[in-house]
Antibody, heavy 121, light 112 residues
Framework: QVQLQESGPGLVKPSETLSLTCTVIGGSISSYYWNWIRQPPGKGLEWIGYIYYSGSTKYNPSLKSRVTISVDTSKNQFSLKVSSVTAADTAVYYC???????????????WGQGTLVTVSS | QSVLTQPPSVSGAPGQRVTISCTGSSSNIGAGYDVHWYQQLPGTAPKLFIYGNTNRPSGVPDRFSGSKSGTSASLAITGLQAEDEADYYCQSYDSSLTGLYVFGTGTKVTVL
């Protein structure tokens, strides 16, 4: 059973860059799309973007100017960077694997436990 | 930013049937894109409960069923149990702008 584990700082200062890594354990990062999804405290879910193991990416248009997702297949990891953060970026950040065969069918079938990132000085 | 609308809460007594609606538009559910459902227990990550409108992953009780019609979808829970008390989110693909994956606003299910 594949497990996903997020890691990174839990506190980031305003205007700085948030950086998180997701490690894929018990399976290969190859042949799947890998996502970042976030959830502000007490609120709903927001898809941030995904990366294919080959490096191709797709981002939420509302975040695209500040987000970069990268992959390191040698470490079985993928990463998220969000620049110029504000308090509005405070959220639990989840990494998740994509299921489904075509992009219009994609769902998220395997999730990490999530990590809370707080933006505060 | 949610473009899929769900009722904030639904409730029912043990054993009853409840349904959760998910209303979208012509750029997502109405365009024929699949709808998926997630259960989120307090303090935990969401868990896939229905995919491809009607399919249940292994381990999800058959008390849960999904349907889709027009610009809306529904999740039904029959024989409601205390362990079903959780937040539920629908999700689909939206073709507006450059395309993105969207979630519903979320519904809290309370077992009375």
């Amino acid at each position: 059973q594949v497990q996903l584990q997020e890691s990174g700082p839990g506190l980031v200062k305003p205007s700085e860059t948030l950086s998180l890594t997701c490690t894929v354990i018990g399976g290969s990062i190859s042949s799947y799309y890998w996502n970042w999804i976030r959830q502000p405290p007490g609120k709903g879910l927001e898809w941030i973007g995904y990366i294919y193991y080959s490096g191709s990416t797709k981002y939420n248009p509302s975040l695209k100017s500040r987000v970069t997702i990268s992959v390191d297949t040698s470490k079985n990891q993928f990463s998220l960077k969000v620049s110029s953060v504000t308090a509005a970026d405070t959220a639990v950040y989840y990494c998740a694997r994509t299921g489904g065969y075509n992009y219009w069918q994609y769902y998220f079938d395997n999730w990490g436990q999530g990590t809370l990132v707080t933006v505060s000085s | 930013q949610s473009v899929l609308t769900q009722p904030p809460s639904v409730s029912g007594a043990p054993g009853q049937r409840v349904t959760i609606s998910c209303t979208g538009s012509s750029s997502n559910i109405g365009a024929g894109y699949d709808v998926h459902w997630y259960q989120q227990l307090p303090g935990t990550a969401p868990k896939l409960f229905i995919y491809g409108n009607t399919n249940r992953p292994s381990g999800v009780p058959d008390r849960f069923s999904g349907s889709k019609s027009g610009t809306s979808a529904s999740l039904a829970i029959t024989g409601l149990q205390a362990e079903d008390e959780a937040d539920y989110y629908c999700q689909s693909y939206d073709s507006s702008l450059t395309g993105l994956y969207v979630f519903g606003t979320g519904t809290k299910v309370t077992v009375l």
